[in-house]
């Protein structure tokens, strides 16, 4: 199995054998689309289409879980924000008013097409952090040939994120074993308790460049600059090639971009005005 | 004045950007990232908005202790932390500004005004107090309405419910967070090849 920054994915899955610039290249691509369509049916369809990729990719939709309440949080937060705080606009048509707070259709459809444009963002977003490795987007970074200093950088960080998620679990073993319950406490003791953490995390950390540091001066590491690109043997590189097929797919996705832009303000495509979310929303709500 | 020489450079003293800036940026990431993400799991707003967000610490005394690298790695990592956290890779990208000038103003202050980040005096915690609320207050304005009112995620009847979440959420937690870690590590990081006196060494 493959550890990624979400959870752990096989190692036969069809997604390792995409270059992972591709993969990147996904990421920023589609997480476009949902801002150029308007209509909510179509983004329900990526979000679909996404689904379908994370089973493809074999990856656990258990993970997908975890975010349910983020969804539902969001959609309620979008809810609340067209709809108690709606404001007041005589020129909309208004549902129902209850306790002085004025419910409009027009802000009920807007908070529809709202919550179906950011969803997808996140399943996309999700569908990235669970398919991805450290690795994968060190090497996406340097296939563009990004200065050696800012990849590395990136590496690094990814890497101490893992090492401070170690300690931090680390630190909390330590403070159970010596009696620490926070088990029904107060906020306020429970906020105290996230001091006690912070501090010694922050103390592992200066520790640890340290010793970083003098181990790569003591491999002849040196600060060339974060923009300079000296030329420097690229190992990791040898292993990833781009194949047709990956060229292909960075085609098509720049193919669809492209043709969404088109449709939607080329030939006014892709709106709610006539769209079936529309048709379904005035016969229940109207 | 003792505090004057803490951000001066003393003579024969040779101070250069070097790999140690690179991997404390990097650490600092890491630890944004997870106090960041942790922050917007348990209490969020929306939209990487959080009524608690223990991270702006990290924004605020990082850039203190390691200037511009602090600045750095505060713009960076809640791109880790909100991505995380599930919020939009375009509404995080767009979050940056806001995330960089919330650890700016604590570095500029400390440096210009020659504030002690041990926190000696009371002149000292004023100087953070003021910094850290001006960088919260054009974060708190900013994110809402340029980024989430740009992304049409808000009706402008609830941007104030955004800005008052943003700036009380940053606020609270900087001011117990940070002047803790201040109080706590500046004698250590002081004395470590890391600590910046300048931007950038």
């Known amino acids: ?286 | 004045m003792e505090e004057e020489k803490i951000w001066e450079v003393e003579e024969g003293e040779k101070r250069s950007v070097g790999v140690i800036h690179i991997v404390i940026t990097a650490l600092l990431i890491g630890i944004g990232a997870v106090v960041g993400a942790f922050g917007s799991f348990t209490l969020p707003l929306g939209f990487g908005v959080n009524f608690f967000w223990p991270a702006i610490a990290v924004q605020n005394v990082g850039s203190v202790w390691f200037g511009a690298w602090g600045v750095i790695a505060a713009a960076l990592f809640p791109i880790i932390s909100n991505g995380i956290a599930g919020t939009p890779v375009y509404v995080s990208l767009a979050y940056i500004p806001a995330n960089a000038v919330q650890a700016l103003l604590p570095a500029l202050a400390f440096r210009l005004f020659k504030a002690d980040p041990r926190l000696r005096k009371g002149r000292d915690y004023l100087i953070f107090l003021v910094a850290i609320t001006l960088g919260n207050i054009f974060g708190a304005l900013y994110s809402p309405l340029v980024v989430l009112r740009g992304f049409g995620l808000l009706t402008a009847e609830s941007v104030p419910l955004f800005i008052w979440g943003w700036f009380g959420g940053n606020e609270v937690a900087g001011i117990i967070f940070g002047l803790i870690l201040l109080k706590a590590l500046s004698g250590v990081v002081m004395h470590s090849r890391a600590f910046v006196k300048k931007w950038f060494a």
């Not at chain 1, 159970?176 to 922050?202: N, T, W």
């Not at chain 1, 491999?219 to 420097?232: A, D, E, H, I, V």
């Open chain 1, 1 to 286: 199995m493959n550890k990624t920054l979400l959870g752990y994915v096989p190692e036969e899955s069809p997604i390792y054998s995409v270059h992972p610039f591709v993969r990147v290249f996904f990421l920023f691509v589609v997480s476009l689309f949902p801002m150029i369509i308007v209509a909510p049916e179509w983004n329900a369809f990526l979000i679909v289409l996404v689904i379908i990729l994370m089973r493809y990719s074999r990856i656990n939709l258990a993970t997908l879980k975890l975010y349910v309440p983020v969804a539902v949080s969001m959609g309620s937060l979008i809810l609340f924000s067209y709809t108690v705080f709606a404001g007041n606009h005589p020129e909309f048509m208004e549902l129902i008013r209850f306790l002085g707070i004025r419910i409009y259709y027009e802000r009920i459809v807007e908070a529809i097409v709202v919550y179906f444009r950011v969803v997808p963002m996140i399943f996309i977003t999700v569908y990235f952090l669970s398919s991805s490795r450290e690795r994968d987007i060190i090497v996406a970074m340097r296939s563009i040939r990004l200065p050696f200093t800012i990849t590395y950088l990136v590496a690094m960080a990814l890497r101490s994120a893992g090492m401070v998620l170690e300690d931090f679990s680390i630190v909390r073993q330590a403070e159970k074993a010596r009696g620490f319950d926070p088990a029904g406490k107060s906020i306020a003791y429970k906020l105290r308790q996230f001091v006690m953490y912070i501090i010694p995390l922050f103390a592992l950390a200066l520790r640890r460049a340290d010793e970083f540091s003098n181990a790569l001066v003591a491999r002849s590491y040196s600060f060339t600059g974060l923009l300079r690109n000296p030329k420097r043997a690229d190992y990791v590189l040898t292993h990833y090639h781009f194949r047709k097929r990956d060229f292909a797919i960075v085609a098509v996705l720049a193919f669809m971009l492209i043709a969404l832009l088109v449709l939607r303000y080329g030939f006014g495509l892709l709106v709610l005005e006539g769209s079936l979310t529309e048709v379904l929303l005035r016969s229940i709500l109207l």
